[in-house]
């Protein structure tokens, strides 16, 4: 499948990776938005919050459950904005579900995560 962040998790693309376990990795986004913005992402290839099956909140609810750590991880030491960009409208740019972590700093409002 020709989809960057599965080459990502699979080592084939580098990054900066700051958290990895059996389910998810997480990473530096290559074009940061805050001081700390960093990407978490499913090792199972889903394509959006639209393409989420019901047997995935096990991978959904592990990725909210460690996202406090991998902002920490990060360098969000003090708060931090969550945020999935789903589809055209939202300017998702890479097809394989997920999260910004953005923070390091106060964020104004209208940083999104998206390049567009
Ligand atoms: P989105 O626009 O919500 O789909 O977010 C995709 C994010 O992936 C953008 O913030 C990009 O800066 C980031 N990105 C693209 N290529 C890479 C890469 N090779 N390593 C790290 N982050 C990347």
């Known amino acids: 499948m020709d989809c960057l962040f599965c080459k ?3 080592g084939e693309v580098p990054s900066n ?3 990895e376990d059996d389910m ?10 805050a001081k700390c913005h960093v990407l978490v992402v499913p090792k199972k290839h889903i394509g959006s919050i639209d393409e989420l099956k019901s ?5 959904v609810a592990h990725i909210f459950s460690k996202i406090p750590e991998i902002a920490r991880l990060g360098g ?3 708060g931090y904005r969550v945020i ?4 055209h409208d939202a300017g998702q740019s890479v097809k394989h579900l997920h999260f910004h972590v953005l923070g390091g700093e106060k964020l104004p409002l ?3 995560g998206s390049m567009e």
């Open 76 to 78: 969000c030491t003090d």
């Open 17 to 19: 990776k700051i958290y």
């Open 8 to 10: 990502i998790i699979g």
């Open 110 to 112: 209208h940083i999104n």
């Open 84 to 87: 999935s960009n789903c589809g």
């Open 55 to 59: 047997e995935d909140g096990e991978i």
């Open 24 to 33: 998810i990795f997480a990473f530096r986004d290559i074009a940061p938005e």
